[in-house]
């Protein structure tokens, strides 16, 4: 999946914004290697606004945040996403709960 998104970076970017609206729903499935991780940051940067939010409320943040793999996609959606109330309501709080636990 990796080879495609690359690829179609540099042909037809329309491509892979019908392939980030199929795949919003399965983010977290595909963070299991390095090159899923790539892929899912590359869709998640492509995704519209209202469908980037649907994306980060559906993650599970704090399970995540302490994968060696799917920790750096939780970055990656703090430090690109442009609603704060949301990052500090879902994503820094989810984490910060499990490490308090």
Same mark, same amino acid.
């Given at each position: 999946?990796?080879?495609? =998104?690359?690829? /179609?970076?540099?042909?037809?970017?329309?491509?892979?914004?019908?392939?980030a609206?199929?795949?919003?729903?399965?983010?977290?499935?595909?963070?299991?290697?390095?090159?899923?991780?790539?892929?899912?940051?590359?869709? $998640?940067n492509?995704?519209?606004?209202?469908?980037?939010?649907?994306?980060?409320?559906?993650?599970?943040?704090?399970?995540?945040?302490v994968?060696?793999?799917?920790?750096? $996609?939780?970055?990656?959606?703090?430090?690109?996403?442009?609603?704060? /109330?949301?990052t500090?309501?879902?994503v820094?709080?989810? =984490?910060?709960?499990k490490i308090?636990?």
């Amino acid at each position: 999946m990796l080879d495609y =998104v690359e690829a /179609q970076a540099v042909e037809d970017i329309s491509k892979l914004k019908h392939l980030a609206e199929l795949m919003k729903e399965k983010m977290p499935a595909i963070l299991a290697s390095k090159e899923g991780l790539k892929v899912a940051c590359a869709l $998640f940067n492509l995704l519209e606004a209202k469908d980037r939010k649907s994306v980060v409320k559906s993650l599970p943040c704090a399970e995540m945040a302490v994968n060696r793999i799917a920790h750096l $996609f939780v970055i990656h959606v703090a430090n690109n996403l442009d609603d704060t /109330q949301l990052t500090k309501k879902k994503v820094l709080h989810d =984490v910060l709960m499990k490490i308090d636990d």
